[in-house]
């Protein structure tokens, strides 16, 4: 069964810091990762999406990696601001084994960009 | 650009109510999807529909039961709602994995808030 972990769960750091969130997943077999972002109340924006045939993928101020064979994705975000300050959360897209296919997603990483 | 609606945004029922959620979207994809959110629990998939007259079980599919009335829109139905339904509920569409655009990004609706009391 895939399992997506996102560790901290919570992240506080101060306005202009560069910043790493992490996620894993346990088996390798994805078509995709992509990240979200939540604000409170709010539903799920897209921020990246990287193949799984990729190494990374840029938008702006944002930055996520992806090495398939370890399980591992970061997302990087540089000269964080207040207005970063949300819940983001990883999920990868699979098949299961009754042809179907879903997004498996961590609990999510709540950042606070402090001032 | 609507993209994905949800109808509606927040709903009380009491235990034994039933009820419908709406969602529909605007951007021709095939697959549809719908999730529930808890807190602690994260996102769980509750149903999936690869295209018009399909549908799959996901994770948490007890209680519940869905209807693709055609390519843009996927219903959630609470037969007799309990207090264990008490969650976020979440739309989500995208082009399905081996269609031209198979790496699509699923977009969300913004979620219809429910309460059983």
């Given at each position: 069964?895939?399992e ?8 506080s ?103 | ?28 994809h ?14 769980r ?17 007890n ?37 031209t ?17």
């Open positions: 069964k895939q997506v972990t996102q560790i901290p769960a919570a992240l750091v101060p306005e202009g810091e560069n910043l790493v969130l992490n996620c894993s997943f346990t088996d390798s077999a994805i078509y995709n990762l992509q990240w979200f972002r939540q604000d409170p109340g709010k539903g799920l924006t897209s921020l990246l999406l990287i193949q799984s045939s990729q190494r990374e993928q840029t938008s702006g101020r944002l930055n996520a990696s992806l090495d398939k064979s370890s399980g591992r994705s970061t997302l990087y975000i540089a000269a964080s601001q207040p207005g970063d300050s949300a819940t983001y959360l990883c999920a990868v897209r699979l098949i299961t084994q009754g042809g179907s296919e879903k997004l498996v997603f961590g609990k999510g990483t709540k950042l606070t960009v402090n001032p | 650009n609507a993209g994905v609606t949800q109808t509606p945004k927040f709903q009380v029922l009491k235990t034994g109510q039933s009820m419908t959620l709406q969602c529909a979207q605007d951007m021709n095939n697959s549809m999807y719908w999730y529930r959110q808890d807190p602690g629990m994260g996102l998939l509750i149903y999936y529909s690869a295209s018009e007259g399909t549908t799959d079980k996901g994770e948490v599919p209680g519940y039961n869905v209807s693709r009335l055609n390519k843009r829109e996927f219903s959630l139905r609470l037969e007799s709602a309990a207090p264990s339904q008490t969650s976020v509920y979440f739309c989500a569409s995208s082009h399905p994995i081996g269609a655009q198979y790496n699509s990004p699923l977009h969300f609706g913004n979620g219809t808030r429910l309460t059983v009391t």
